[in-house]
């Protein structure tokens, strides 16, 4: 997985030219937040000599240069495309393609009284633990996180414990809603300790846009789309993408799920 661009099979030199995988990577490639295993490695690269893979992601580039690669290796190198905060940040064989705003698509006013009520809210939940970085901006969404991003792993497990009981992020949901029904946006639960707040229709399944623009840049169209997720069910952060008709979904549990339905798809 460490080779060099350069080094890669071409796309459409792969004995599955039209077909891509696609992987969330939180509880799917990876445990939450943790690093990606040596085994789920070299699955990644036996799957890769045979169609196209690549990440769709919630969480902003950096995170996944953390998890599913080490310096000084760009996560760009290992994935064919890499689709950091849902596809706003998009890679291609190593190489940036157009991306999108969230701040410039919602308008600073509205911005801030979003941003306002967050904290706000949160400064009257009851929760076990409360850490740094409550919200966090990304380019193409925020993330709000009610125990706080900078949560160890041992808090984020208790939190996640504490929040499937009391319906923690579920609540905090459904108050946005209420507070800004014309604001157009999507509220997507994923991970361990937090949800994220885009605009409708910028959920994952942005990054199918990337996926079906392959036909026009290269003239390689992808009619088979595989989409592995662990956050599938309505209100999970995987859900569009998984249910969109124009992809395969397979609902995990986990890595280890990921790489024994990988191994059955292509023979491994």
């Known amino acids: 997985m460490a080779e060099a661009i350069s080094a890669i099979t071409p796309l459409e030199a792969r004995p599955f030219k039209n077909t891509i995988c696609l992987f969330d990577v939180d509880d799917t490639l990876t445990p939450a937040r943790r690093s990606i295993t040596p085994e789920m490695f070299t699955l990644l690269s036996q799957v890769r000599r045979k169609c196209a893979i690549g990440y769709v992601s919630g969480s902003n580039l950096a995170k996944q240069q953390e998890q599913l690669s080490t310096p000084p290796v760009p996560v760009t190198s290992m994935f064919d495309f890499c689709f950091a905060e849902n596809g706003l940040t998009a890679f291609r064989m190593g190489q940036p393609l157009v991306g999108n705003s969230f701040i410039e698509w919602l308008g600073e006013e509205r911005y801030k009284q979003l941003v306002n009520f967050c904290l706000i809210y949160i400064a009257g939940l009851d929760v076990p633990v409360k850490r740094g970085t409550f919200v966090e901006f990304r380019h193409g969404m925020i993330n709000v996180s009610p125990v706080g991003r900078n949560a160890s792993v041992a ?114």
């Open 155 to 268: 808090e984020r497990d208790a939190y996640e414990t504490y929040d499937i009981a009391h319906n923690i992020r579920h609540d905090f949901v459904l108050a946005l809603q209420k507070k800004f029904p014309d604001f157009g946006l999507t509220y997507s639960i994923g991970g361990q300790i937090s949800f994220d707040v885009f605009p409708t229709g910028w959920d994952k399944t942005y990054c199918l846009r990337h996926v079906e623009a392959e036909k026009e840049l290269s003239g390689l169209e992808y009619t088979t789309v595989h989409f592995f997720g662990d956050k599938t069910f309505k209100g999970g952060n995987d859900y569009e993408i998984y249910e969109d008709k124009r992809t395969v979904g397979h609902s995990v549990s986990g890595p280890d799920d990921t790489m024994k339905i990988l191994k059955e798809l292509f023979e491994l």
